[in-house]
Structures are given as C-alpha cells and as structure tokens.
Nanobody, 127 residues
Framework: QVQLVESGGGLVQAGGSLRLSCAAS????????MAWFRQAPGKEREFVAA????????DYADSVKGRFTISRDNAKKTVYLQMNNLKPEDTAVYYC????????????????????WGQGTQVTVSS
C-alpha cells in the first residue's frame, strides 16, 4: 500500500500563494497517476488537478486552470501543487491521491480511479 502525507496547507490572504506537498512511501510512486482533490464544508469533493505517471500530461479543473500547477519529483517521491493567486473559494481540505491502475500516459478525474489517499491538509484563504 502506498501511504501519502500532505503538507503545506495553511492560512493565506487572497492573492497569495501556497505550495502543497504530498510525500509517498511504500510501493512504487514514479509510475502512478497522481491527483489533487478538495472538499469544502457542505460541498461535494471536487477534482483539482492530475498528473500522469509519465509526468507528460496534466489536467486541471477550470476553476484553477492558470493558477495552479501540479508537478512531481520522482527522486523525492513527492507530488506538488503550486497554488498562486489564491481566492477565498479555494478554501477547502486538499487531498492527494494516487492510482496504480490509470494508464501510464493518462489521468483521471474520477475519485474511484484512485486507490490511495492522503489525510488531507487545510487551506484557508481569507478575503
């Protein structure tokens, strides 16, 4: 089982930036598709960004496109979410997830495609 631990969340003012990290341990990381989801109180879990196992393909929700960047460092077994120009509506618990079934060159927006999840890290953006 792959264990994922998120970090880097916190409180930031609108317009600010944060970088979330998701460190993996256990089974192979480098070939896994990775994704970030978020969930705000009273709202459905929402897809944020995904990165193919190959590192060659990314996918972003429209709400974060142009502001967020997902990347990975295979040597460190870590995936990142760089969040710029944060908005109050970005406030949520952010979860990273990995999949050992999504094609190496592809990604998925579907939560069921991901079989490993981190514990979440809180991001709060004040206006």
């Amino acid at each position: 089982q792959v264990q994922l631990v998120e970090s880097g969340g916190g409180l930031v003012q609108a317009g600010g930036s944060l970088r979330l990290s998701c460190a993996a341990s256990g089974r192979t990381f480098s070939n896994y598709a990775m994704a970030w989801f978020r969930q705000a109180p009273g709202k459905e879990r929402e897809f944020v960004a995904a990165l193919s196992g190959s590192g060659g393909y990314t996918d972003y929700a429209d709400s974060v496109k142009g502001r967020f960047t997902i990347s990975r460092d295979n040597a460190k077994k870590t995936v990142y979410l760089q969040m710029n120009n944060l908005k109050p509506e970005d406030t949520a618990v952010y979860y990273c997830a990995s999949s050992d079934s999504v094609y190496y060159s592809g990604t998925s927006r579907a939560p069921y495609a991901y079989n490993n999840w981190g514990q979440g890290t809180q991001v709060t953006v004040s206006s």
